[in-house]
């Protein structure tokens, strides 16, 4: 599999998983009726430890804790809204405040972050994952960019203790690194562009959109951020030293408690002599049709808004 | 493990009264939830039900309780201090700093499995646990303790309908059913009632005892645990009434919240302690 190639992350960690479920009897996989072409996998190999429990994403975290309870490793699978909103005090009560007595071993995978499912509309779009997630206490948060960030997680989930929740892309992306070994999910984030003055922090999806706009403006520095809990803000602070501008780059809504927020802290707490901006949605829900593109261009978020917020910022 | 019943009903009193006697200690206690579940507890602790051990509270063989009404709960304290999950003496310190008998209560009490409090996950939680023991081949047996109110969550009913598609027979829920809501009857509130036709539809064994009876309740409990590979999950639907045995509560459609004086406690154990 060559690392250029074009892949879904939810295929990346199931197919992972899958390999490791031979191995490892512990593991379940529990659906809410949403499905994947690894998954059939997984569904025809292991059918004892994989269950759909059908639309019902409240019980699909309840029933996960009571197997993680029990000593299991549960993963969790739908729709990234779905799972984080529909169940979140679910994940509140039996992972987040239940782990912070008994070990819960539960990994929430979560479908369609940002506006992935483009014309699905607001109920679709993710938008507020992040941020939620982030506020409670036990719990690990990752955004993948690519498919081998996501492969890796496999066996990094199941070798940290407590729940934590991944936000999977809801399209096929190229990767970016090369082998998992190469991704620095401890740290929390890997530095892909060396630049002067300007650094892009960006997560997700807009890990793309940072890397083809520093193409276009070389010096532009760009940081994928893939653990947004916990991060080693310490090594983020010393990444982020050596420039006098940063701007966060996430397809969530802005300067409610996402990734800018955590740029912010380290920001703040490292007293870095830099400026601070977010891209990212604000503060409105998306009902516009159209591309992935457009999505973002009426909301300053495309290649031309951030190469333009960055040349007015220079020209200042 | 008591065999006779006389002692059974004499070791319920004895809970009953050590309840109220918490409830002075911390008034902002939920008392009136509390007393209509002393016969339920104490048929599981003390008749043989529950497989348990007070000396290792995770010991891998034990039967799960799942307190899902955890607020109705208080009477489980004086329960598991007397079975060995702690000492007698922490009852004194109910509610106070450094104890771990708060109003609510959590895992961090030796002998509860679950965060407790936000109600209508007991049962889908249940379902996992009984799940994890069929595919651990563990015969141990999954008890949730369900309030009648909770039933107006939804979370509740994904949970029952899951048990029963993957026959749960290794799980019993006991409904504590005081009829009785936070303001006023459940029925005119949202009537959860009939359970035996709500449950039989979704496919579950169904039974029906006097709540306060503690033949019955014992009877009940210990032929559900050992009714075997039915292929179904059970339910006891325990016919309780909410602040059973203290005038001021029984006759007060508000009693969730409210708290009781010393004197109406002195004048509802007077002559039984």
């Known amino acids: 599999m060559s690392a250029a190639q074009i892949m879904t992350m939810r295929d990346a960690f199931i197919d992972t998983l899958c390999d490791r ?76 405040v239940s782990s912070q007595i008994r070990p819960v071993k539960v990994t929430m995978l979560g479908l369609g972050g940002g506006v992935s499912y483009v014309v699905s509309g607001p109920t679709h779009h993710c938008l507020e994952d992040l941020a939620i997630m982030r506020l409670l ?27 934590a929740y991944i936000r999977f892309d809801g399209k ?27 650094c892009l922090v960006s997560t997700g999806f807009m890990t793309h959109r940072a890397l083809a706009v520093a193409q276009q403006r070389p010096g532009v520095a760009v940081i994928d951020l893939y653990s947004l809990k916990p991060c080693d803000e310490q090594a983020l602070a010393t990444a982020l030293r050596p420039y006098n501008r940063v701007i966060s780059m996430e397809e969530g809504f802005i300067n409610n408690g996402g990734l800018d927020s955590l740029v912010a802290k380290v920001i703040r707490e490292h007293e870095l002599p830099c400026r601070q901006e977010s891209v990212g949605f604000n503060d409105r829900y998306v ?24 040349d007015r910022q220079r020209s200042i | 493990m008591i065999r006779e019943l006389s002692e059974l009903t004499a070791k319920a009193r004895w809970v009953w009264s050590e309840t109220l006697r918490m409830h002075r200690l911390a008034p ?6 509390s007393l209509s579940a002393v016969e339920i507890f104490t048929a599981l602790y003390y008749g043989g039900v529950l497989g348990h ?60 499995e679950t965060i407790n409090g936000s109600l209508g996950h007991g049962i889908g939680v249940g379902c996992g646990m009984a799940l994890g023991l069929k595919r651990k081949g563990a015969a141990r047996h999954v008890f949730v ?39 006023d009857r459940c029925e005119k509130i949202m009537t959860v009632e009939p359970f035996e036709q709500r449950f039989q539809a979704f496919g579950w064994q ?59 406690i002195d004048r509802a154990t007077g002559g039984v302690r």
């Open chain 2, 28 to 33: 902002e206690t939920r008392v009136a939830s």
């Open chain 1, 287 to 310: 009902f516009d049709l159209g591309s992935r593109d457009h999505l973002h261009g009426i909301n300053g978020m495309d290649e031309a808004a951030v190469i333009a917020l960055i």
């Open chain 1, 137 to 163: 206490p036990n719990m690990s948060v990752y955004c993948p960019a690519d498919w081998v960030t996501a492969g890796a997680l496999v066996d990094h989930t199941r070798s940290t203790n407590g729940p």
């Open chain 2, 145 to 183: 303790v369900a309030g009648d109110g909770e039933f107006c969550e939804g979370s509740m009913w994904e949970g029952i309908m899951f048990a029963a598609q993957h026959r749960l027979d290794n799980l019993t829920l006991i409904i504590d059913n005081n009829r009785l809501c936070m303001l």
């Open chain 2, 206 to 264: 169904t039974e029906r005892v006097d709540g306060h009876d503690m033949a019955a309740v014992h009877g009940a409990l210990s032929r559900l645990k050992l009714r075997g590979a039915t292929g179904c999950p059970a339910v006891l639907i325990a016919d309780t009434v909410k602040g059973r045995g203290v005038p001021e509560l029984e006759s007060d459609t508000l009693c969730h919240i409210r708290t009781l004086t010393p004197d109406e």
């Open chain 1, 21 to 96: 479920m031979a191995a490892d009897d512990s593991i379940f996989f529990l659906a809410a009726d949403l499905g994947a072409p690894a998954l059939d996998r997984i569904r025809s190999e292991f059918p004892e430890r994989f269950i759909n429990v059908g639309i019902a994403e409240q019980n699909l975290i309840n029933v996960a804790s009571g197997l993680a309870l029990e000593g299991f490793n549960v993963y969790t699978y739908a729709i990234a809204p779905f799972i984080t909103m529909r169940a979140y005090e679910q994940a509140r009560v039996n992972l987040a």
């Open chain 1, 172 to 198: 096929a992306l190229p990767a970016l690194y090369a082998e998992p070994a190469t991704v620095n999910l401890p740290r929390g984030f890997s530095q892909l562009v060396q630049g002067t003055a300007t």
């Open chain 2, 53 to 112: 051990n007070g000396a290792d509270p995770r010991w891998e063989g034990r039967d799960r309780l799942i307190v899902s009404k955890g607020h109705g709960s208080i009477c489980l304290f004086p329960i598991l201090a007397d079975r060995g999950y702690f000492a007698m003496a922490e009852l004194d310190r109910i509610c106070q700093p450094g104890s771990f008998l708060g109003g609510i209560p959590d895992t961090i009490i030796p002998g509860y």
